[in-house]
């Protein structure tokens, strides 16, 4: 009888704990979206998850994520304070508001031309320590043309860079681009929209000189609405989209490598957000 009792009692044991070998090892605790959302909300602050099909989903802060992700949405900042993600090298660049939703501003109002930002030479050096006088030299060239510099992007050489944007006001121009390929002597490349002329163009900026490299007419951006602006790099191909839409491809004459960050021009006040760097 002993025998019995003993056997059954092996045989309960035994059934208990296959049951559970089976539970652990094929019924996860909580299926990967749970787990996604879960991870997320244990940070205090971070990039947003991203979806499957690519959409920003709810961003709510300016980081860098495991797949080389940085998003800048200026939730962080200080409104009426200048930016502490962007470094401004040419122009009048502040902390706004549109809405309730923290912006960051080019305000051109203030604009005089010529005339760099403020404290250049100390942005300069964080940026490219011992060559930072070739960059002021080339700079103040051609400060006609406001733009501020991405932090935590250190070198950026593929992927994809895209930002919201909507121009306010501005008589000469209302300019929205993204500026990359920024060099330590200050040479770069700008892809911008403009809500006064309905383009969108692919500007070259070499030893303060401009020249426009494409030109594509009848990209509609209206004033006091929010757009959306992206590009694609691959190797020494750039692609421009609007709203969604691609409108060019331009081979450069080397591949892309270097900084990036905000471009405008002149007089233009233009509100930007959600600037997103996917780097590959």
Known sequence: MKRKTSFITSMVLSLSLFSFFLYQNKVPAESPAQLEVAANQTKSFGLASVAMAGEIANPTASDINQKGQTLFDFSTETVGASPKTFTP??????????DNNTVLV??????????????????????????????????TAYAYYPFAVAGNVENFTGGEISVRFKGVAGRIDQGAGILFDLKPNGDYYALRANPLENNLVLWRYKHGKRSSVTWVRNVNTPSHKWHTLKMTVDDNLVKGYVNGKQYMAERLPVPVSGKVGLWTKADSVVYFDDYLVNAR
């Open 89 to 98: 090298a040419v122009g009048n660049w502040i902390i706004g508001s549109d």
């Open 106 to 139: 080019v305000d051109g109002r203030k604009w005089k031309r010529g005339i760099a930002s403020a404290g250049l030479a100390d942005k300069a050096r964080a940026l490219y320590g011992e060559r930072y006088a070739e960059f002021l030299d080339n700079v």
